[in-house]
């Protein structure tokens, strides 16, 4: 199992990925995380693609953390570290937030920041394209809060509120970008991607800065306020593309031909 050390995420893009795959979560008697078939076919299309794009990129690392998933989930999970791919397994369910926080608050500080860190939920596909653009845009566009990709047009399209034509911004490198901004709406949490920098001056190291912490749900809800209420602007980069392979029971297309796979991991 790859283990990485606090200097080696000195300037890379680092990128999270939690996992759960297990019993429904509830909070009192209201269910808040719901197990379907599809779940587990979810997360192994998700690093089906994932993981050989972050391989191919030197300066890129990705940080898997499990929230006490069943052990076949686990199993699966321990055959994808290596190199710049490490897992790290949790032995209890204690959600996206409060995992990818306590493993910032451990890991990372000013000596040893990062480019840019992201949060991705493992239930999409991306191409080397879009991730490739979007690392590009990110450090290039320090004005904005969260950067992330557009969507597939399907059931499980998570963007909202996209009334308003796109904006032309010049980034550092003088590139021009093309991004739209959603009007009063969050930047969907299944990519969100920020500066390193933006990480320790506004969030001071708290990638969601919940006062108390959620399990699931409210997490890009979270953020967006935050940033909202100090004058920063977050949007979805064009010329990028994610499929949301799955919202609630429903499932995209490329999700359920996955699942009737043959080549699927068993």
Known sequence: MSVMKRED?????????????GP????GSKTIYETTDYVKPAIELFFHHLVPIVRRR???????IDNGSAPETVDYLKKLPGGNVSLLLRPDNAGRPRAVNEFIAEQLGPDNLPASVWVMDPDLIVDQLSFDLLADAVVNLPQLGLLGMRYKKNSCNPELYIFRPPRNLVGL?????????????NVA????????RRLMETLKFKFFPFKEYHCYGQCDAVIHDYFKWRGIRSGYLNGTLAIHLKSAQRAAEE??????SSTRPR
């Open 24 to 27: 429904s979560v509830k909070e």
């Open 189 to 196: 949490g299944p990519v969100m991607a920020m500066t390193g």
């Open 58 to 64: 030197d300066d890129t690392l990705l940080v898997i």
């Open 9 to 21: 995420f000195k300037g890379k893009h680092l990128v999270f990925v939690t996992t759960y795959y």
């Open 173 to 185: 490198n003088g590139r021009t970008y093309s991004v739209v901004f959603p009007f009063m709406a």
């Open 255 to 260: 999700l359920i031909a996955w699942a009737k």
